[in-house]
């Protein structure tokens, strides 16, 4: 009596080599898609790293030039470069290596040679798109931002900024001295209970502070004033 083949005893007859030959066989197109992703993903990640690298590279060179014009006290030129000399300026840099730390270094370049200029509202346009380094290096740039927005009338943004400032790197030096300008500023504001405040954490946190007897003295004009 003759007997039909059982499908399923058949597939576990054949060898799993030969299986994963034919699976590899059937899918080849794709795994060699998929490969050609990842290679090129690879690539595409190595090829911005240099890329990155070169524009840094660049920007940093022009940097230099733009602050050379800067300390020389040509806040034109370092603004917007020389033409004849084929140098670039604080403006070009921010615009044309955004992203790189050249660009961000000339915002607050830039919002110096503005404010010399005598244009503080583009001082702090520019300012403002500067992201301040981390530790003692970043206190300057916020205490600049501070003193543009008080010498805009600002004094309220100007005293959180500076506050800013005074708790960007804890220390004797540099804290109490802000703190006491962010005190000023409230007290522009008409914010005399803030003001208070502040000059009272001072005192507190800082006595052996130089600062704390203009602390003390400002005191007592808040109390008046807030009588």
């Not at 005399?192 to 502040?198: C, I, P, Q, R, S």
């Amino acid at each position: 009596m003759s007997t039909f083949p059982n499908p399923a005893e058949q597939e576990e007859q054949v060898d799993p080599s030969v299986r994963v030959l034919q699976w590899l066989t059937d899918n080849s197109k794709v795994l060699i898609i998929s490969a050609a992703i990842v290679i090129t993903g690879i690539a595409g990640l190595v090829g911005w790293n240099l890329y990155s690298e070169n524009r840094e590279q660049e920007a940093q060179i022009l940097l230099a030039t733009a602050e050379g014009y800067l300390s020389m006290g040509l806040y034109d030129a370092a603004l917007n470069g020389v033409e004849s000399d084929f140098t670039l300026g604080f403006v070009q840099i921010q615009s044309g290596y955004s992203g790189t730390k050249a660009a961000n270094l000339a915002s607050y370049y830039a919002s110096i040679a503005y404010y010399e200029l005598g244009q503080t509202d583009l001082a702090l346009q520019s300012i403002q798109s500067y992201k301040p380094v981390k530790g003692i290096l970043g206190v300057g740039p916020i205490a600049f931002h501070a003193k543009l927005l008080e010498e805009n009338g600002s004094f309220l943004a100007a005293g959180d900024r500076y506050m800013d400032a005074a708790t960007w790197s804890d220390n004797e030096g540099t804290t109490p001295d802000f703190m006491l300008q962010a005190a000023y500023s409230y007290q522009q504001a008409g914010d005399y209970d803030t003001a208070l405040e502040v000059v009272g954490q001072l005192i507190d946190d800082y006595p052996q502070s130089l600062y704390v007897s203009q602390a003390k003295s400002l005191q007592g004009k808040l109390l008046v004033l807030n009588s």
